[in-house]
């Protein structure tokens, strides 16, 4: 059970809002959807987000990711499934998601996924590795649990989640 109903809070649902608004912008970068949800799906599992992989396991589907690419990207390294910029991606997600272990992020990690992205699309996938922590730190320490989202409600929670927010 979550620690505290976040969403009947005057604070929450304004700072889900600009999480929402950056989400949007991600959205509309040229990177693609399936490598967000990627990106969404390991840095969840790293960090423990029940609620964020209950979503995002859920949304990478309408990306057109397989589920077996979707099952094993807890074990990626020792998989065939994805594709090299992928795999960068996914990279990149690792290391700026355990930030506290000390590395950094190598440059070798950096190179790579600039080898495989533009600019624009880079600055998305660093904005979305930085998001899907926020979001993930945010439900961990309520203890938002995963397991009831529906991906066709997805639009009306956004829009329920931003509209008190002003």
């Known amino acids: 059970m979550a620690r505290l109903n976040a969403f ?17 912008a991600v959205q509309n970068s040229p990177l693609p959807r399936s490598t ?12 423990g987000c029940g609620a964020c992989l209950d979503m995002h396991v859920k949304e990478a ?3 057109g990711l ?29 290391a700026g998601t355990r930030l506290a272990d000390g590395n ?4 070798s990690v950096w190179d790579e996924a600039a080898r495989h992205f533009d600019d624009e699309q880079l600055a998305a996938l660093v904005a979305q590795i930085s998001l899907i922590n926020a979001f993930n730190r945010m439900n961990v320490l309520v203890k938002q649990q995963g397991g009831t989202y529906d991906p066709a ?4 929670a956004v829009a329920a989640a ?5």
């Open 8 to 24: 009947a809070t005057t604070v929450m649902p304004r700072f889900v809002k600009y999480l929402i608004s950056a989400d949007r």
């Open 66 to 94: 397989t589920s077996l690419q979707v099952n094993l990207v807890g074990a990626w390294r020792e998989t065939s499934v994805y594709t090299d910029a992928e795999r960068a991606a996914l990279d990149l997600t690792e």
């Open 36 to 47: 967000v949800e990627l990106v969404n799906i390991r840095a969840s599992q790293i960090n």
């Open 153 to 156: 409600q997805r639009e009306a």
């Open 104 to 107: 950094g992020i190598p440059d």
């Open 61 to 63: 589907a309408a990306t």
């Open 162 to 166: 931003t509209a008190g927010a002003r």
